[in-house]
């Protein structure tokens, strides 16, 4: 749906993307992730048109990106901002229709949508007398109003409590089961696990990695596995096909975090042990994106 | 374009609907009447206002002696007591002031216990100048009678060729048109740009723009701006314009039936009274071509409908030039506070061309410095409003007006190269240098 192609951007005294390029594919939920000052809000700004970028070209469908395109594409900004002495529901109405919906179809649209997230009661109040939750479901409600087939969120969980990141949560994904495509940025590992089909990684204004989530998890295995048993601690490892890694002593069992030496499969391990101690769990250890995210970002400074 | 009436329909509509605009707009004009009756009032009463002041005089000449006229204000008490023991006790004895005339060639002096006011001294002085005319004049062998008559005062009517018609010149009337036309838009130039400001910040600071400019070009966002502030000021002119007519039409009316219900006392009075002055000042009063008369009269020669558009022209075309500045202005900073050094350099052409139209323009409105004040585009609002009532050719008015159609679309895009990159900046503190780096950026 996008295709990315070598893009820079150079601010006055700092390079903020350079030769960046990926492909969304339409209905992924993308994630764009990275450190703070990695480059993602200038990105997301030349997605949306809002900067220009110095080099490089984007496409949306095929097509070079163009303002006709702009009413296909939603965006909360990471600063969250609507009118403060403009009642909710005219400025979401008034939000839709700078994206060409007309008044009528956006009220019929708003008024749906402030039911499903329960703010309907505070249709005629304006922002600045309205809970910090209730504006951000406003403002999602702005963003999505004209039924964009890209979504564009920038941090769209910071600033939300527990139970309304995951309304919204539910919402984005809801969205995305209907067939939009969500590019959103985020510092928050945790969320892109369970949320996103693939990610590009940028750090200091360059991308450094990019793929499917599951291809780069696997791409980051490295034959760990963790053992829980009960029994002795202090058993005879001699000719394990295994090193062990940690150990680590829990209430009623103990744990260890092995390592299979070259060449032999996990089950050799599991031959080796249950003769000896009493086996209460066994998994492998797959790097969480936050210690792939931590180790390249580091790999690249030292690098 | 079906964008940008969207923006100009919720700037509009926003402002209009707010409390403050509708106080403002029904309150200005009584607040204005009221304030012009006060100024006359007091004008009027001043002398009453002031303090009655008591000089003690000691007269050491006798030159003097009772020939120093008391004023409404000051009243001389003349004494024989010696200066030097008078100079200890005036105070004590309830004397603002102590006169001292010595005799022979001393200067004349006066002692107070506070400064004197200005208008005490000159007072005194013209007291004193009075007698000391008066009596060299009768020293001279010359009637003070046959001089009073001599320096009778003479009018002269001003007329002016118009078409080759002779057309009473109205001089002042055009004198206080051009006066309140330069200070309304003046006073506009300045309140209307400053919304536009403000409504620039308040989109950077609550971080609206970035949803905004995501689906309008910053251009349409400001032009749209723009004209929806303008279009407020606008509608509150109207409504001004006409809450003064229908308030001048009921004073009028009002004042025309208290003349017809106090006619049958004035000629009551008119028996009664035998003085003739006092007869001719109140069939003044009754017959309708008195001053009142007259001013409406010169009103009604001056081309009401020419000065009305031209004033809207300038008052447009001036706001919407200085109202693209203000919004560089505003998209550079992050606050209020911070626009105090960009604004200055905006003002100072408006202020500056105020300030001189009060004192230059309107006496000299067809000198050469007055001309070029009306072609340039930043100055020429207010100074060519000055010049209308004083009749301008057609051709410096035409000219005058396509400047300022052409500075406005200068300044508009040199101002929204500005924009589009200071709405986008934040905690970054411009500085000039870093405007001009931004007008540079290429879209």
């Known amino acids: 749906m996008i295709s990315i192609q070598n893009i820079v951007k150079q601010y006055a005294g700092h390079r903020a993307l350079s030769d960046v390029s990926m492909d969304i594919k339409k209905g992924q939920v993308f994630g764009l992730l990275g450190p703070n000052g990695a480059g993602k809000t200038s990105l997301i700004r030349i997605l949306n048109l809002i900067t220009a970028p110095d080099g490089g070209s984007i496409t949306f469908d095929g097509e070079p990106l163009t303002r006709k395109h702009i009413e296909r594409i939603g965006y909360m900004p990471e600063e969250r901002g609507l009118y403060k002495k403009m009642e909710i529901g005219e400025q979401v109405l008034y939000l839709a229709q700078l994206k060409g919906i007309e008044r009528r179809e956006a009220l019929r649209r708003a008024k749906m949508w402030f039911e499903k997230l329960e703010i309907q009661a505070w249709w005629h109040k304006k922002i600045e007398d309205l809970s910090k939750g209730m504006q951000q479901k406003a403002q999602f409600v702005a963003t999505v109003l004209h039924e964009p087939e890209l979504l564009i969120l920038d941090e769209p969980f910071s600033g939300f409590d527990p139970v309304n990141a995951d309304i919204i949560k539910n919402e984005i994904l809801e969205l995305n089961r209907k067939g939009t495509t969500i590019i959103f940025s985020t510092h928050r590992m945790e969320s892109v696990e369970e949320l996103c089909d693939s990610i590009a990684l940028l750090n200091l204004s360059k991308k450094i990695l990019d793929g499917g989530v599951k291809q780069i998890k696997n791409s980051y295995r490295n034959g760990t596995y963790m053992l829980e048993y009960e029994g002795n601690a202090n058993w005879d490892l001699s000719g394990a096909p295994f090193e062990v890694l940690s150990t680590e002593t829990l209430e009623e069992t103990n744990r260890i975090k092995l390592k299979m030496k070259p060449g032999q499969p996990q089950n050799e391990a599991l031959h080796y042990v249950l003769p000896k101690v009493s086996v209460r769990h066994f998994e492998e250890v797959v790097p969480t994106m936050n210690e792939i995210f931590i180790s390249t970002v580091n790999k690249q400074v030292v690098s | ?443």
């Not at chain 2, 200005?118 to 001089?147: C, F, K, N, P, Y």
């Not at chain 2, 002016?160 to 048109?177: L, P």
């Not at chain 2, 508009?412 to 589009?420: G, L, N, Q």
């Open chain 2, 1 to 443: 374009m079906n964008k940008i009436l969207l923006i100009i329909q919720r700037e509009y509509l926003s402002r209009v609907k707010k409390k403050s605009f509708i106080v403002l707009t029904f309150l200005v004009p009584f607040l204005f009447i009221g304030m012009i009756a006060l100024v006359g009032f007091i004008a009027l009463k001043s002398k009453d206002l002031e303090d009655e002041k008591k000089v003690q005089v000691i007269d050491e000449s006798g030159l003097y002696k009772n020939q120093l006229r008391d004023t409404k204000v000051i009243t001389f008490v003349y004494t024989d007591a010696n200066y030097e023991q008078a100079k200890t006790t005036f105070i004590k004895e309830g004397y603002n002031s102590l006169l001292h005339i010595p005799a022979g060639e001393g200067a004349i002096e006066l002692l107070s216990e506070k400064k004197p006011s200005a208008s005490t001294i000159e007072t005194v002085e013209s007291s004193l100048s009075h007698a000391a005319e008066a009596r060299r004049l009768a020293a001279a062998g010359i009637d003070t009678g046959v001089l009073a008559a001599a320096q009778k005062r003479i009018e002269i009517k001003a007329k002016q060729i118009k078409d080759g018609e002779e057309q009473d010149a109205q001089t002042y009337t055009a004198y206080a048109i051009g006066l309140l036309s330069g200070l309304l838009i003046y006073m506009c130039l300045l309140i209307y740009g400053t919304q536009v400001m403000r409504g620039v910040i308040e989109e950077k600071v609550s971080r609206i723009i970035e949803v905004v400019i995501s689906s309008v070009k910053p251009m349409q966002l400001m032009l749209g701006k723009i004209i929806g502030v303008g279009l407020v000021g606008l509608t509150q002119f109207i409504l001004w314009i006409v809450m003064s007519v229908v308030l001048s039409g009921g004073a009028a009316m009002i004042m025309e039936k208290r003349a017809m219900d106090a006619t049958p006392q004035i000629q009551q009075v008119q028996h009664m009274a035998g003085n003739k002055e006092e007869l001719k000042q109140l069939n003044k009063l009754q017959q309708p071509d008195g001053a009142a008369a007259e001013i409406m009269k010169s009103i009604e020669n001056i081309p009401v409908t020419y000065t009305i558009c031209c004033f809207l022209f300038y008052f447009l075309f001036g706001y919407f030039i200085y109202s693209a500045l203000f919004a560089a202005v505003g998209s550079a900073v992050d606050n209020e506070t911070e626009t105090q050094q960009f604004i200055l350099p905006i003002t100072l052409p408006i202020i500056f061309t105020f300030m001189l139209s009060q004192s230059f323009i309107i006496n000299n409105p067809d000198s050469s410095l007055s001309v070029w004040l009306s072609m340039i585009p930043l100055t020429s609002p207010i100074a060519m409003m000055m010049r209308i009532p004083f009749g301008v050719p057609w051709w410096q008015l035409a000219a005058s007006m396509i400047l300022l159609v052409l500075g406005f679309i200068f300044t508009a895009w040199a101002a929204a190269r500005i924009y589009r990159v200071g709405i986008l900046m934040y905690g970054k503190k411009a500085s000039y240098k870093e405007l001009i780096k931004w007008f540079m950026y290429k879209d």
